[in-house]
């Protein structure tokens, strides 16, 4: 097997849901190990996963206790990080695999340190062996320093040159050290300042692609007569200013008068944004208050908007269901996102579009894909044919779906809907919106779809909304939605001009 260094396929990666926190630590054996099986006397039993990994780093772990008598156990997990070989990993990737490869070799004879975030534990505070910068969102730039403490555990100085190791996957970043070199003595330890420096201008777009991930990341290396690394990592945004602010009202009562324009524009801008960015209209249906979840820290379960846009396909219509939260997620498949519609307005659910994890829908496990699907009233269950729009480390789910799988056609006309999220880790993490919204794909109270490119710097563009004055009077829109998705994370990605 010539990728038997590679990841397997299987393998969940980092980083941490929220904080954005630097996981995993290190890589170990996982695929075809073959284990003691209980009940076969001294048959054994293949098997693969993280449930094989863990008992090979168990095993270093206890080499190390056994070659470093009176090593605290936060000085033992350092070491196994600290000399961890990433160039031992076929594929390697920070954001996979941690700081490499287990060495047992290499961790058994070495004998200094090197930790720098802290953390707390029921026995105290500790120090992991790894830097994480965490989120950071800016239209200009992001600049952290830490500092990392080596310890010699030996009976001799060691001296190490510093450099910065950045990995394949790295934005372009600039680390400074507050010393090219560094003597550890005896029995004692010293200290060095990193400083890690992002030029946002530099950081790409969330639609660059569907699942768009910024990084930046790498080792700090410590070089003498043996190597020891910290790994570290930032995950960036660009951070686009776009707003939008209309050129008119939605004033319902002027809108009746029939001497009322049947528009209204809006000026949209991007002053002031690291990078150029994208204004998509939407109709609004619903909004929902700031801070009204049961429970507390599941990030995207928050709501706070949801709107519909719709294009014509033949006869069909896709529709995009856009819902914003007020807080901000790290994967949104980790979310069950959902719009329920009510086709023939008889007060019940008909169909519930709704976006989650692709692979506990498809197999039960996991994959970290967020797919959209249909659920019927009566029980079925389909994949709509697409996957959801939501960047990581965003707001913002777009479901897209066609109007004649849920059985919406030109002669039904308007249909209702509302909307919820919930999440997978636990189902008491939900929200809701209140009451339902209406919509006609065919007749649009407010045109929507715009997709408007938006130049960074001071330049505007103008979009023109049309509006149909009978359906405004019978669909009772919200307003219009502007959906930026390289906003700031949260309630900047979605403008709303609201109608009175």
Do not use: C
């Not at 990080?81 to 287990?102: E, F, H, I, Q």
């Not at 290396?221 to 043996?226: H, Q």
């Not at 019927?376 to 777009?398: H, I, K, Q, R």
């Amino acid at each position: 097997n010539p990728a038997f260094t590679n990841f397997a396929s299987f393998s969940s990666g980092g980083p941490r849901t929220g904080d954005s926190g630097l996981k995993p630590s290190v890589t170990a054996p996982g695929v075809s190990i073959m284990s003691a099986e209980v009940g076969t006397g001294s048959g054994g039993y293949f098997n693969s996963g993280t449930s094989m990994a863990a008992p090979q780093v168990a095993g270093v772990a206890a080499l190390n206790v056994q070659a470093h008598p009176g090593w605290s156990a936060e000085a033992i997990s350092a070491n196994l990080v600290n000399t961890a070989d990433p160039s031992k990993v076929g594929n390697y990737r920070l954001t996979l695999g941690g700081a490499g490869l287990v060495d047992v070799a290499q961790s058994v004879d070495n004998t200094v340190t090197a930790v720098s975030d802290p953390f707390e534990t029921t026995n105290g505070s500790l120090q992991e062996p790894s830097m994480g910068f965490g989120f950071a969102e800016s239209t200009t730039s992001f600049t952290g320093t830490k500092k990392i403490t080596l310890t010699n555990h030996g009976t001799s100085a060691k001296t190490y040159a510093v450099a910065a190791q950045p990995s394949p996957q790295t934005v372009p970043a600039t680390v400074k050290f507050s010393t090219k070199s560094v003597t550890v003595p005896a029995g004692g330890s010293a200290t060095v300042d990193v400083t890690l420096r992002v030029d946002m201008t530099k950081v790409g777009s969330t639609l660059a692609s569907l699942h768009a991930f910024y990084e930046a990341s790498g080792s700090v290396v410590f070089s003498g007569d043996s190597e020891l690394r910290v790994p570290y990592l930032l995950v960036p945004r660009a951070e686009a200013k776009v707003d939008a602010k209309l050129k008119g009202n939605l004033n319902s009562k002027a809108i009746a008068n029939k001497n009322s324009p049947m528009k209204v524009d809006v000026e949209v801008t991007n002053r002031g944004g690291a990078i150029d960015a994208v204004a998509d209209f939407y109709t609004l249906g619903l909004t929902d208050p700031q801070g009204d979840v049961p429970l507390a820290g599941h990030p995207g379960t928050d709501l706070r908007a949801l709107g519909v846009q719709s294009f014509a396909d033949g006869d069909d219509q896709l529709l995009v269901f856009a819902v914003n939260t007020w807080d901000r997620y790290s994967n949104a498949a980790r979310n069950e996102t959902g719009v329920d519609v009510d086709v023939d307005n008889d007060g019940t659910t008909d169909w519930t579009v709704f976006s989650v994890d692709s692979g506990l829908v498809r197999s039960g496990s996991v994959n970290g894909v967020n797919e959209v699907f249909l659920a019927e009233a009566g029980g079925g269950l389909y994949a709509a044919g697409f996957y959801a729009s939501s960047p990581t480390d965003n707001s913002t789910v777009l479901l897209p779906v066609y109007a004649a799988d849920l059985g919406i056609t030109a002669e039904k006309g308007t249909f209702a809907y509302t909307g919820y999220v919930s999440s997978i880790a636990d189902s008491a993490a939900n929200d809701a919106f209140e009451g339902k919204a209406h919509y006609n794909p065919w007749k649009p109270a407010l045109s929507n779809g715009q997709y408007v490119d938006v130049a960074k710097g001071n330049a505007k563009q103008i979009a023109t909304v049309a509006i149909d004055r009978a359906e405004f009077a019978a669909q009772k829109p919200g307003g219009v939605m502007v959906v930026a998705l390289d906003n700031k994370a949260g309630a900047d990605e979605a403008i709303l001009l609201l109608a009175k």
